[in-house]
């Protein structure tokens, strides 16, 4: 099923492309769209490579647009009210000192194949990227010992105080995965395996592209506007990635050149543009786990162009590049 699914999205792909290549231009501005729509694909075009690994212990770059919607850590960063609050752990105490952490999880969760999350497959799957010591690594420095206190309560010892939470809710290095993937090597994900718990499993990665799909058991469930299937597809020139949005031939894309950027812009009946905003030195000093992770506070924001057609794009500077997949949804007129 999965590489049916992935033949066939790689099938509208390329019938994409050539309809924009053809001669008749209303033809090239209108059915691409369609097709998107009726299948409910989002179709996401990005100025680089959308990773340069996929293994989740060891990535560091581009990656977290892929893996933000395929894996899951036990906390997540809310920007917006600035506090740390629950994902895969439904709630955790500390020690007044913080240097001992207790995480209790969810009992609701399974993996893409299958099983049920456990304190088992937290401990491993942290361990593991600890083991790997790749910068990824870096946000459990001062932890000493994991262990499984409970079938679904995992403690942590640490050598002095750590925002344990804060380190847990990283875009980098924090993810937690099926013990099936556990024991993978790097090679295994980058073919396009997970082990995820996320809504998206991986169904094709080949290094300038990726393709999700949906996994239908997730948690939260899946309603009818919801994209089932995404496409992540760099496009290195802005020129061509400003022609894709124009013909309809994708509905979302990012990092345009000024004169490119000034005429999508203009076109404010089927675009919009969303700028996202980037952290302050004041938001940096609350993430010191993740200080070097962050984005350089003085940057300007990042900024989208996206199709009227969908809705719900944004962008949680904490994750600079990751767009949550499951949160965007087709507007009522362009569902099917």
């Not at 556990?182 to 080949?206: C, H, I, R």
């Not at 089927?270 to 350089?296: F, G, H």
Request: with cysteine; proline share 4%.
């Amino acid at each position: 099923m999965k590489k049916a699914i992935a033949f066939l999205l790689c099938t509208v792909l390329v019938l994409t492309m050539l309809t924009g290549c053809g001669s008749n231009a209303s033809t090239s501005q209108k059915q691409p769209t369609a097709n998107l729509a009726s299948m409910k694909i989002l179709y996401h075009t990005h100025n680089a490579a959308p990773y340069e690994t996929l293994d989740p212990g060891s990535a560091y770059s581009s990656g977290d647009m892929v893996l933000q919607n395929v894996y899951e850590t036990l906390t997540h960063y809310d920007v917006k009210s600035g506090e740390v609050v629950p994902m895969l752990a439904s709630s955790w105490t500390s020690s007044e000192d913080g240097t001992e952490w207790v995480f209790q999880l969810r009992e609701d969760v399974t993996f893409h194949d299958g099983t049920p999350l456990t304190a088992k497959q937290v401990v491993n799957s942290i361990q593991r990227t600890i083991d790997m010591g790749q910068d990824a690594s870096g946000i459990w420095d001062a932890v000493e010992t994991i262990e499984a206190t409970g079938d679904y309560e995992v403690s942590f010892k640490c050598s002095q105080e750590c925002a344990v939470d804060l380190a847990a809710s990283s875009a980098y290095g924090a993810y937690i995965m099926s013990d099936s993937a556990v024991e993978k090597d790097a090679t295994w994900f980058d073919e396009g395996n997970d082990g995820g718990s996320g809504p998206y499993m991986l169904s094709q990665a080949t290094g300038d592209s990726v393709i999700l799909q949906a996994y239908e058991e997730y948690r939260g469930g899946w309603n009818d506007n919801q994209f089932r299937n995404v496409i992540l597809r760099a496009v290195p020139e802005s020129g061509e990635r400003r022609r894709m949005l124009e013909a309809g031939e994708c509905q979302l894309s990012c990092e345009f050149s000024e004169e490119d950027l000034e005429a999508l812009k203009a076109q404010t009946d089927r675009l919009y543009i969303y700028t996202a905003e980037t952290l302050t030195e004041a938001d940096l000093e609350k993430l010191p786990a993740r200080k070097n992770q962050l984005p350089d506070p003085n940057s300007a924001g990042h900024t989208y162009v996206i199709s009227n057609a969908v809705d719900g794009v944004y962008e949680n500077p904490a994750y600079p590049f990751a767009v949550d997949y499951y949160e965007v949804t087709q507007k009522a007129e362009n569902a099917a």
